[in-house]
Structure formats: C-alpha cells, structure tokens
T-cell receptor
Framework: EAGVAQSPRYKIIEKRQSVAFWCNPISGHATLYWYQQILGQGPKLLIQFQNNGVVDDSQLPKDRFSAERLKGVDSTLKIQPAKLEDSAVYLC????????????????FGQGTRLTVV | EDKVVQSPLSLVVHEGDTVTLNCSYEVTNFRSLLWYKQEKKAPTFLFMLTSSGIEKKSGRLSSILDKKELFSILNITATQTGDSAIYLCAVFKGQGAQKLVFGQGTRLTINP
C-alpha cells in the first residue's frame, strides 16, 4: 500500500515570498490533516478535511495560510506571504473510518516538508 | 481547552535501561489515544488505545490507558540506541469528524 506522499521535501524562501505544499493521501482515506511542527514542539493541527469539506481550521492563520482539497483527494497548503516564524516542518496525514464504525483508524503521516524562511 | 501533556520532555538513559513515558489528557469527547515514534520527520504509528486497563504490546514496547485518571504510559524495556527518538502522544476527540490533538513529545536519548 502506498503511503502519504508530500512534496517538496525541503524549501527555502525569503520572507514575504509565497510557497505551496502538496499532499496525496493514502487511497480511500477520507480524512486529511495538515500539521505544523516547529522545532522542539509537537505537531499543531492547521486544518482537517473530511473528503473535500473543511471540518476544523480553527488554528489556521487565515490571513496568510490557505488550503484546499479538490475532489476529496490531493490537497495543497499555501502560505502567502511567509514570515520567519513559519519556519517549521509541515506534515500531512490521512486516516480512514470504516462505514458504520465510530472510530477513525490511526493517522498515517507523509515525510513532511521542511520550510525555512530567511 | 484541549490539553495533551507529556512528561518528561527529555530523557537520557543508558542502553539496556527501562523507560516509562507519560501522557495525560483533558479533552472533550475522548475517542482514543495514540502513540507515535518520530525519528526524522514522519511520525510512525506505535499503538492505538481505546479501552482502559488493556495492555498493548509490541516487542519491547508496551502501553496502557487509564480512562478514569486520564493518562497513558509507554514502556520500553531493554532499550537500544535505535530507540532514540521523539515519542508523541495524541488523542482522537470529538463526534463525527474526529480531531487528532498531539502532545509536545518526549525526546528520548539512549546512550551506548
């Protein structure tokens, strides 16, 4: 089974520039998450999709971050304009809930994108 | 506000020692608790716990959940240098579309 795919693996940009990250979840996984992990901290949820609908974006800085999941499969996360404090690893994950079940399965993570803003 | 708190934040032990990592949580609509190991960037799944008092075991790793006291522990026996990593605790919460909330992680270093 193919895992969660993310690209690029690394990105260095100057502050005020824009950047986009791409994620392809595991086939059939309806739930897709974007997390931001700053060095020394645990992952912080930015946005969660169920199919192509947003179910939680309460911690997404909407003045500069945006995300979409067209057709309920691939997703992109954009930052425009970037700030120095956006330097972090951006993790995409996906999980499955079987029909009729009340619990999600464990979330599977991609390799992440390490963003450095200079 | 939802909280997932791990302790200690950092731990350094010698190879062969046994370690216990702690995770406490305060969330609404708890569904399950998960443990992950993070060596480089991608966290890899270890355990998912939904019921109190039932130990899950995989080799030298084991974990148990206490839903009354709202905590979980992860034990690693006979530690090896390859166990050096950040261990993350996370909680699925909520009805319907469940949100996955992480703790800050425990950085474990195993010295030879």
């Amino acid at each position: 089974e193919a895992g969660v795919a993310q690209s690029p693996r690394y990105k260095i940009i100057e502050k005020r520039q824009s950047v986009a990250f791409w994620c392809n979840p595991i086939s059939g996984h309806a739930t897709l998450y974007w997390y931001q992990q700053i060095l020394g901290q645990g992952p912080k949820l930015l946005i969660q999709f169920q199919n192509n609908g947003v179910v939680d974006d309460s911690q997404l800085p909407k003045d500069r971050f945006s995300a979409e999941r067209l057709k309920g499969v691939d997703s992109t996360l954009k930052i425009q304009p970037a700030k120095l404090e956006d330097s972090a690893v951006y993790l995409c994950a996906s999980s499955l809930r079987y029909r009729g079940q009340t619990l999600n399965t464990e979330a599977f993570f991609g390799q992440g994108t390490r963003l450095t803003v200079v | 506000e939802d909280k997932v708190v791990q302790s200690p934040l950092s731990l350094v032990v010698h190879e062969g020692d046994t370690v216990t990592l702690n995770c406490s949580y305060e969330v609404t609509n708890f569904r399950s608790l998960l443990w992950y190991k993070q060596e480089k960037k991608a966290p890899t799944f270890l355990f998912m716990l939904t019921s109190s008092g039932i130990e899950k075991k995989s080799g030298r790793l084991s974990s148990i959940l206490d839903k009354k006291e709202l905590f979980s522990i992860l034990n690693i026996t006979a530690t090896q240098t390859g166990d050096s990593a950040i261990y993350l605790c996370a909680v699925f919460k909520g009805q319907g579309a469940q949100k996955l909330v992480f703790g800050q992680g425990t950085r474990l270093t195993i010295n030879p």
